[in-house]
């Protein structure tokens, strides 16, 4: 696979998160928090639609009689339980917090994806706040999460950016809004964050350098689609609606490619 087709989604998410800097500091305070939120929302959306195209494989494989929606939600409900007993959630809860101010409330959850799933809130970031801080928490933002390690993953394997251009849309706009704070030194978030995805995308062409054909790789499609899954959560979570905790369900997508492996394209 060439070198763009597998990377291109991490060149455009890096070059959303620096248009997103270069405008934050440009407009500085004055973005509404009310717009920010219907950003946000429109986002959701999109991200949702996204996520409906992802889990399509589900209702084309089987599991000897039966569709692979059902191995699907087992995997889920097991990877989910492994997450709860390890507090993923609460340990990336508390982990996050290191990184926010100690006068306000905790993180507020986003997808950015990704991301990684957490996000920063529309609130604008106080001057006064030391700038490493911000920087080493921008890059748990942006980096941590399954929109990150699917899209990177998919966009090697498959060539399909599809998933890291949403997450492009919400990086950039969480770079906006953390920059109207803290102005252009936000753009040191960019070095980490290449290096890590473009990791990703190249773990993504080995996964598939060993597959004839990767859209034809049962445990493939399986993973890819199980993360579709995550998506719809994180996607409900821009929505502001209940959705179950895409971060304990992490395990789940170690499960995936065995759960996979055992399943069969219907024809």
């Known amino acids: 696979m060439a070198f763009w087709a597998a990377t291109s989604g991490t060149w455009i998410n890096l070059a959303t998160v620096l248009a ?24 959701g959306l999109i991200t949702l639609l996204l996520a409906i195209r992802m889990v399509q494989p589900l209702w084309q494989q ?29 340990r990336l809860r508390s982990w996050l917090c290191r990184f926010q101010p100690s006068s306000g409330a905790g993180p507020q959850r986003s997808a950015a994806g990704p991301a990684a799933a957490d996000r920063s809130g529309p609130e ?9 801080d911000v920087l080493a928490g921008t890059f748990v933002l942006f980096c941590v999460g399954p929109m990150t390690l699917l899209g ?15 997450k492009a849309c919400l990086d950039g ?7 109207s704070g803290i102005g252009l030194a936000l ?19 080995l996964l598939a350098g ?27 979570e821009l929505l502001d609606l209940p959705h179950p905790s895409s971060v304990n369900a992490l395990p789940a997508l170690l499960l995936a490619p065995l759960v996979g492996s055992t399943l069969s394209l219907s024809r």
């Open 173 to 179: 706009l969480s770079a906006a809004l953390l920059a």
């Open 62 to 90: 089987q599991l000897g009689a039966l569709p692979a929606v059902l191995p699907a939600l087992l995997t889920l409900v097991l990877g989910a339980s492994l997450g709860q007993r390890w507090q993923l959630d609460q």
């Open 124 to 132: 604008a970031v106080a001057p006064e706040r030391d700038v490493a």
């Open 20 to 43: 997103g800097c270069l405008l934050g500091a440009r407009l500085r305070d004055r973005l509404q928090p009310s717009l920010a939120q219907q950003w946000r929302r429109w986002l």
């Open 210 to 236: 060993g597959l004839p054909d990767p859209m034809a790789s049962p445990a493939l499609l399986f993973s890819s689609a199980l993360g579709g899954v995550l998506v719809l959560a994180l996607a409900l």
């Open 187 to 205: 753009a040191w978030v960019l070095l980490p964050m290449a290096v890590l995805q473009l990791s990703l995308c190249g773990a993504g062409v």
């Open 152 to 166: 990177c993953l998919r966009n090697g394997a498959l060539g399909e950016p599809d998933l890291l251009l949403v």
